[in-house]
C-alpha cells in the first residue's frame, strides 16, 4: 500500500476493527463515510447498495437521527427488520405528510409509491426528495438511484442513475468478486456498455483498472452526480479471499487514473458483523 495512506490504518483501528468499546456503539459506517449533520445520500453501482442502506439507516437511527429511506429507481420490498415502517403511496403529497407526521415517532421510515407484482417498490420523485429536504424534522435520506439485477459490476443505462439534485453525498458500490469474471452479460450489469467504457473486450476477464475506470469515467457509475456532492468509492464483498488485497489495488487505481474525484474508498464486507474493512483517503491527505 502506498505509506501515504498510513492513516487509514489508524482510523479503521480506532473506529473498525472491533477496538471501541461495545458500549460505545457499533457506529462503523457512520464513521468511516465520514457523514455531516445532515446529508442527502445516493446509492450508485453494483454489489450492496440495498444492504449499504439498511444498514447504514440502522446505525444512524441509532444515534439518534431521523432518517428516510427511499429509492428514485426500484427496490424489493423490505422486511420489517431492515424498516420499522414501511408507507406506499400514489399521491406524493400525502406521503409527505405522512413521513413528517411519523418521524418522530419511528426515526426510520421507508417510502414508495406503489408496489408492483414482482415483490418490488416503485420509488419516489425527485421532486419529493426536494420537499422532504426542506423539513428540519428528516436528519438523513438515503436513496437507492440505480438498479444492477443483483450482479457485482454494472456500467449505468441511458436513463440511469436517478441521483437529485439536492444529493450531498454519492456512494458507488462495486464488487470485487466481480474482479477475474468474464465480461458477458450474463456475469457482469450492461456488459457492452463496461466495455466500451473500460477498453475490456466482451469475454476477457474484468481487472483492478476496469474497476476503476467505471468508478472514474464521466459515463461510469458515478454519471450524473451533482459537482457540489462529495464521492466515495465502497468496494464490497472484501471478506472473500484474498478481497482486502485486490479492493486496495482498486483504491489505488481510482486515486491514480482520478485524481480529486473521489473523496474516499472504503473496502466493505455488509454481510459481516463489521462492515468496514478499510478506509483508504487519497495520497496527498496522509502526507
Not at 416503485?122 to 428540519?136: F, P, R
Not at 457492452?192 to 467505471?214: F, H, N, V, Y
Request: one cysteine or more.
Amino acid at each position: 500500500m502506498d505509506p501515504n495512506q498510513k492513516v487509514v490504518s489508524s482510523i479503521v483501528e480506532r473506529h473498525v476493527r472491533g477496538k471501541r468499546k461495545e458500549a460505545e456503539g457499533p457506529y462503523f459506517l457512520v464513521e468511516s463515510l465520514g457523514l455531516r449533520e445532515r446529508e442527502v445520500i445516493s446509492l450508485v453501482g453494483a454489489g450492496g447498495k440495498t444492504t449499504l442502506m439498511f444498514r447504514l439507516a440502522k446505525e444512524l437511527a441509532r444515534v439518534g437521527k431521523k432518517v428516510v429511506t427511499t429509492t428514485t429507481t426500484k427496490i424489493l420490498e423490505p422486511s420489517s427488520e431492515d424498516a420499522p415502517r414501511l408507507f406506499v403511496h400514489s399521491d406524493e403529497e400525502k406521503l409527505r405528510r405522512q413521513a413528517l407526521q411519523s418521524i418522530n415517532r419511528f426515526r426510520h421510515i421507508t417510502l414508495a409509491r406503489e408496489r408492483l407484482d414482482s415483490r418490488k417498490l416503485n420509488g419516489i420523485s425527485s421532486d419529493l426528495v426536494g420537499l422532504l429536504w426542506k423539513s428540519s424534522e428528516i436528519d438523513m435520506i438515503i436513496i437507492e438511484a440505480d438498479g444492477a439485477a443483483g450482479r457485482p459490476v454494472k456500467a449505468p443505462r441511458e436513463w440511469e442513475p436517478v441521483i437529485p439534485s439536492q444529493t450531498t453525498l454519492v456512494i458507488g458500490l462495486l464488487g470485487v468478486d466481480g474482479l477475474g469474471t468474464d465480461l458477458t452479460e450474463t456475469n457482469l450489469f450492461q456488459a457492452e456498455r463496461i466495455s466500451r467504457l473500460t477498453g475490456i473486450p466482451l469475454g476477457d476477464k474484468m481487472t483492478c483498472e476496469g474497476m476503476a475506470i467505471l468508478m472514474v469515467h464521466r459515463e461510469g457509475i458515478f454519471k450524473g452526480t451533482p459537482d457540489s456532492s462529495r464521492r466515495i468509492a465502497f468496494i464490497n464483498k472484501v471478506d472473500i479471499r484474498g478481497g482486502i488485497e485486490q479492493g486496495r489495488k482498486i483504491g489505488e487505481e481510482i486515486f491514480k487514473i482520478g485524481t480529486g474525484l473521489i473523496y474516499r474508498v472504503v473496502l466493505g464486507q455488509l454481510r459481516d458483523e463489521f462492515p468496514v474493512a478499510e478506509v483508504m483517503l487519497p495520497p496527498d491527505e496522509g502526507r
